[in-house]
Structures are given as C-alpha cells and as structure tokens.
C-alpha cells in the first residue's frame, strides 16, 4: 500500500485528489490548517483507508517539520508528496497592492512548498524512490492585469518544480507539476476575501474545470509506470485559451 501526502487537503484539488486516492486503496495523510474539516474527511476516508491528519500551516517552518516528524510507523514511508496548498490574496495593480497580501501568497505558494519538500525528501532519497507532485497553475505560465505578485509565486513553482527535477535526478525519485487554468474551488473566495457575489462571476457562462477533474489527473501521474515521469502538464476547461481568454456565454 501507497502512502500519500496532500497538503491543502480540506478543500478544492486537495480534498478531492485525498477521496479519489482513498478510495484507489492508497494510504493518505491529510494536511490543513482547518482541524474540524480534516477530522471531518479523515471520518469519511477511514471507511476506505488508513488515514492520518496532520493540522499545520505551511507557512510556519518549526511546526511543518515537528508534524511530519510526528507521524506513526508506516505513515513515516511517503512515496507520493502532493504539493497543494496555495492560495490568491487581492487582485490588485502592483502600486496599490497590499503587502500582507504578498507575504501570504510567497509563504503560502512558495516557501511553504519548499518547507514540506525539504521534510520528506531525506526518506525519499534514503529509499531511492517517490513522487513528487507540484500543483502550480496558468498564472506559473504566463502573467495577466493584476496577477502580479500571484503569477510571480507560480512562476516560482515553476522553477522549483524543474530544479527539484534536475537535482533529484538520478535518486530515483520522479518530480513533475501539474498547471490548472479555471477551477471551480474557494479559490475567488479567498482572492475577494469573502465577497461570494464577485467570487461566483468568474465562473459564470462556461464550464469550469472541477476539482474533480484536476484529482482524476493528478491519479493518472503517480499510477504511470516508474520509468514515465510527467513532467509538466497544463489543463484548462475548453472554453478558456489563456488566463484573460474564456468563451461565455
């Protein structure tokens, strides 16, 4: 049996990739900062699999490596890291952004990536094999009106997701990302901070792309055979051709 990491596990990409892996057989550990919802799905998965929860903010360096740290017996082995968490804070221009904002979406979106990676790689490379995966998005691809600091975040993951895959090569370990355009997810929530009227009207007149759908993906990649290692894949919903691009009706 698989043991599989998530962090981000209570919503969205996180949450339904943790119930397409449960119900695959796979082993899950599910990482957040919401306690109750991960309890929550831990209580629903646990008719499925083994499942374990770890309730830490990636942001916070001390409390990501003690959490990891802490895991019991097989829970220790990690074959496949789902790098997950990340957020969008505003939708401002560059001159009026707000500098919280900025410091959420580069702790969240990049350094809490790399706290989690830099936890779990020394048992990968000591057993010389995993898998990573690195949930980036469009924005990592190119830069739109008031993406800024958030498309400068992906465009991180971007680049840490091909660095990790160069210098971890040759430990047996497969690294590759996976690049959402438009899901339906508390994604514009959290970017409008609440303001469900404004978060709703990004996905009105077409089909998104469902949380579902990213999960379902993210299961093709680690059931490859060992030698195929997808790299780096973008998927968008069929109405959309760029960030600034989307067919509505």
């Not at 339904?16 to 991960?38: M, Q, V, W, Y």
């Not at 580069?106 to 350094?111: H, M």
């Amino acid at each position: 049996m698989k043991t599989a990491l998530i962090t981000g596990a209570t919503s969205g990409i996180g949450r339904s990739t943790a119930i397409r892996f449960a119900k695959e057989g796979f082993r899950i550990i599910l990482c957040g900062r919401r306690k109750e919802r991960l309890e929550e799905l831990k209580k629903e998965l646990s008719v499925e699999t083994e499942v374990q929860i770890l309730n830490f903010d990636v942001r916070k360096r001390e409390d990501v490596f003690h959490s990891i740290e802490s895991l019991p017996g097989d829970f220790r082995h990690i074959d496949i890291l789902i790098n997950n968490a990340g957020n969008a804070h505003g939708l401002d221009p560059i001159q009026s952004g707000s500098m919280d904002d900025w410091d959420a979406m580069l702790d969240i979106n990049v350094k809490g990536l790399l706290y989690v990676s830099k936890a779990i790689l020394p048992g990968m490379m000591e057993r010389k094999s995993g898998h990573i995966i690195n949930i980036g998005s469009t924005a990592g691809k190119e830069v739109y009106p008031n993406g800024n600091v958030y498309c400068a975040s992906k465009h991180a993951v971007d680049a840490i997701n091909q660095g990790m895959r160069i210098d971890l090569n040759g430990n047996g370990i497969r690294v590759g990302a996976i690049n959402p355009g438009l899901v339906h997810t508390e994604f514009s929530d959290v970017r409008f901070k609440g303001d469900s009227e404004k978060a709703e009207k990004v996905y009105q007149g077409f089909k998104a792309l469902q949380p579902e759908d990213i999960a379902d993906i993210i299961h093709f990649v680690v059931t490859r055979p060992y030698h195929v290692n997808i790299a780096d894949l973008t998927v968008m919903p069929t109405a959309q051709a760029t960030s600034t691009i989307v067919s509505k009706d």
